[in-house]
């Protein structure tokens, strides 16, 4: 009776290392040391961005402790940030850039650990230009269907395969399709010849772009020409129109609750006042410190923005000034706001 049992204990004690060394998935069998916990930040897009952008976040297994807190940005902020997998490896969030230029993210060592406490190692540095003076709009042909999307800086066309004119000579790379005859566009019921719209054989797309420097404010209207264009189906796209317009938001003046504020402090609100501010990317409060977030009315004539004034410990009057940034530049508007020191 005895050897049975001892036989069984040996069993059972075999089976149960066995599955202890089958469970590896963090560690290298041979090495008998934990895998490196990796993470890497990444976009679909290119590494240029005309407004907010969103990111992933890909760690190498399931992470705990991981926030929206964990990420850092220089010249900008994270708007929203959710969990993208249910196996807690995949992260995604919005990034809002502040000033013109260059934005990046990492996320540090040790911001978060796995199930065996293994803290990841520093992400790779991903960095997007940030310029919103450049209108982006795209344009993607699919086989015999047109489409629009909703946002004026991401319309597109798209099609499956290469695209041939009438004659079924191929279209290259850097054709205007505009000068070949593909496509027009006019500025409130004019032809308007500042665009360029350049195509791309090798992502079967095409994009604006404009001579000048800044467009003029208008009503657009970009009409694809029917019987141009073919694909390989030797099938013609059929004609599409599509309208957009181009409206620059601009600050004139800001009101505020207040003029001045006690030692003890107070709620500061600020009413930004001016003309097509629901067209801005970010409209951004800077008091000498931090940014802050200016939420436009849908009208577009204003903009609200609140902050708490915190108690003047200084024993002097103290001054804050504060300037509007409208996608990322300095309005030249602004007001002083004082504070007493009594």
């Known amino acids: 009776m005895k050897k049975i049992q001892c036989r069984a ?8 290392f066995g599955a202890c060394a089958a469970f590896v998935s ?13 993470v890497e930040i990444s976009r679909e897009k290119a590494t ?14 399931r992470v705990y402790g991981f926030g929206q807190g964990r990420i850092n940005v220089v010249n900008g902020s994270v708007r929203s940030f959710e969990k993208a997998s249910e196996g807690g490896d995949l992260y995604t969030a919005v990034v809002v850039p502040k000033l ?6 990492q996320i540090d060592a040790g911001a978060c650990r796995d199930i065996r406490n293994i803290p990841n190692e520093a992400s790779n540095v991903l960095t997007v230009v940030y310029d919103s003076s450049r209108l982006l709009l795209w344009f993607d042909f699919e086989d015999g269907t047109v489409f629009p999307e909703p946002d004026p800086k991401g319309l597109q066309f798209r099609f499956s395969g290469d695209a041939y004119d009438a004659d079924n000579k191929f279209i290259s790379e850097g054709t205007d399709l505009i000068k070949a005859g593909f496509i027009e566009i006019t500025r409130n019921g004019e032809a308007f010849t500042d665009f360029r719209v350049l195509y791309n054989p090798h992502e079967h797309s095409a994009r604006i772009t404009h001579r000048i ?24 796209l059929p004609a599409h129109e599509i309208t957009f317009g181009i409206h620059f938001p601009r600050v004139q003046r800001l009101q505020i ?38 939420v436009p009315a849908l009208d577009g004539k204003t903009a609200s923005f ?12 103290r001054v804050m000034r504060l300037n509007v940034y409208i996608d990322g530049k300095d309005t030249g508007r602004g007001l002083p706001v004082k504070q007493s020191s009594s």
């Open 257 to 294: 609750n207040q003029s001045g504020f006690p030692r003890s402090g107070g709620e500061l609100s600020i009413e930004i006042l001016g003309e097509n501010l629901q067209y801005a990317d970010s409209i951004l409060v800077y008091d000498g410190t931090d940014f802050y977030d200016a």
């Open 100 to 105: 013109l230029g260059d934005v990046s993210i």
């Open 48 to 61: 240029h961005a005309t407004g907010p952008f969103e990111i992933r976040i890909q760690f190498s297994r």
């Open 306 to 317: 609140q902050k708490t004034i915190p108690a003047n410990e200084t024993g002097r009057d």
């Open 9 to 16: 204990l040996a069993l059972a004690l075999t089976f149960l």
């Open 26 to 38: 963090p560690f290298d069998a041979q090495a008998a040391e934990p895998l490196p916990l990796t």
């Open 213 to 236: 420097r800044r467009l003029p404010e208008g009503d657009y209207e970009l009409r694809l020409l029917g019987d141009t264009i073919k694909t390989l189906r030797n099938r013609f």
